[in-house]
């Protein structure tokens, strides 16, 4: 089999890479590699947009409700008080203009709708509380709160606009995985891609708030869809060694993009000129989808040798590592060992002939393997925890400060700064040690903010920001952790799974931002410090999988287990061994 000899510092004894990844380590890291990566890089550019631009598309405005136009008309009428209120200090007079107070008996006029600009600032409503109302909008023109009225008996139906979203991204990324292992990684990304500027399309001219809540589900669900097999692609096209420093800077555009989504939300304050712009990264995306070539380990794996031949033959020549290896003899034993794979698959009902009932049962059937059941259960809840973690506190903005620009600009920041620190340390430390430094760190800083008086406000900022810092530098491990664990037949399909529970922690997130804190303003505090602490203590249970190959099997995941199991045995039993040596000795003496 084709191999290549490694080595992670000096005077270390290199380990020899067999089968694909060998290849992947003569091929080395090159042009191939960059056209592949533009995938993941160009899909976490608009994420941003779709995850944590809640912050600014659906933000609360400040509002004032009339019982009906005659006392409008009459405060309006009035300069001192209602005429001049644009100039009055929006930290005294101001505030109280726009007092975000619902009336509490009053009935909605008749008729259309009366609008006094074309902002539509000042509107009827159909809501019985406030049947006028007027929005403050010194800091944002138009937000789908204020354009459907998101106020007062229908504020609960504001959570809904991200929750819908993130839940999107459950089903996309169950989609995204499945095609992605069916019919290919480009491909998926190809289709997500394509639906997404569809979807974000609809949403823009949706009409009524119903529908746009659907093509939020839509848009969230073709944004993960896009993610997981383009992730995918990059880190099976890879280096091993390469592999921790890659899927630790696909990171930083989806960091440097939420920053400059806080720039540019300053000067677009409209909401759907807002989405189409943070939106547009999706149409280099399309074009990049048909240049990058298929993940020739796929097409391994798929029985498509002759189509990985060619990809591979061309990443070899504009990477120019030709002397480096002979390609055809390397494909030829890799297609001999998938097909020998393939074949002893067939023998047992493979799963393309298998129906939808087998298929699913096939699935399930995994989770009886001791590794994998304790893979699916402590990492699911793992990325449950993490989602809720760092989407709860990037959409916290408006509980914690009136200026949402900088907030969110400091969250790119933070989730940027620990990507760059993050990347160096996943080369000297294991992954799992990141992780759980990265969960318990941020879940004590939370909690450390009970001991923040009000006269000490910068220090909130301080341990917030810190705790951000934290949990999203771990969310970039994770993202490279899960693939790695992972065997490749069900790798897709494994990272979709992952990526649907944090889309559940996604989707619970804005309910504790909105809903929880104003009825228990410590909620969110601890519900994100336990989140941390409860995160960091599971890591334990699962595989390190630095300096590791890619398992390609469920079978080659449980015999690592069991190999691992047997060395702690053996260690163990030496122990005890030279335990007894010494009494013994000390007896004899």
Known sequence: MCRARTGEAPGEEPETEEGFDGMLSAI??????VIVLLLPIFTMAFYPTHLLGASFLSSPLSFRCWSDEAEMLACIADGENCLNRNDLDAGANGSSYYNSVC???????????????????IHSTSISSCPIVEYDTSVFQSTVVSEFDLICERSYLRPLFVTLGTIGTMFGSMLGGFVGDRWGRIKAVRIGAILNIIFVGITVVSPNYPLILLTRFLVGGSVSACLVPAWSAALESTPNRGRALVGMLLGLPFSFLLSALAGLA???????????????????????????????RWLLQRGRGEEARKVLRWA?????????????SCVDKLIKAFTEEASAAASKNSENKLSAVEKFRKTLKMLFSP????????LGIIWILHYLLYVGIALNTNNFTDDPFLYVALTGLMDGSAVILMTPLTSCFGRRTLLMIGFLGGGVLFFLDFAVTPELEWLRWVLVMAGLFFVAGS????????????PTEIRARGF?????????????????????SLAVPWGPTVVFGCSGIVGGLLFPFLPETRNQPLPETVEEVEEIRRK?????????LEGVENQCYVEDSSTHL
Not at 371 to 378: G, H, L, N, S, T
Not at 475 to 486: H, R
Not at 566 to 572: A, I
């Open 28 to 33: 080395g890291f090159g042009r191939w590699q």
């Open 371 to 378: 590794a994998m059941r304790v893979i699916f259960v402590c």
């Open 266 to 296: 300053y000067f677009i304050r409209n909401w759907k000129y807002l989405m189409m712009a943070g939106s547009s990264p999706v149409l280099l995306l399309v074009v990049v989808s048909f240049l990058a070539p298929e993940s020739p």
């Open 316 to 328: 070899v020549k504009i990477n120019r590592s030709e002397a480096k290896l002979n390609v055809d």
């Open 103 to 121: 009336l509490t008996s009053a009935e909605p006029p008749g008729g259309d709708s009366l609008v006094f600009n074309d902002s539509y600032r």
């Open 496 to 516: 979709a799974f992952v990526q649907v529970l944090g889309g559940i922690g996604s989707s619970v997130a804005p309910f504790i931002t909105d809903v929880l």
């Open 475 to 486: 969310l970039q491990v994770n993202f490279l952790y899960a693939p790695e664990v992972f």
């Open 564 to 572: 691992k199991k047997e060395q702690k045995k053996s260690k163990s």
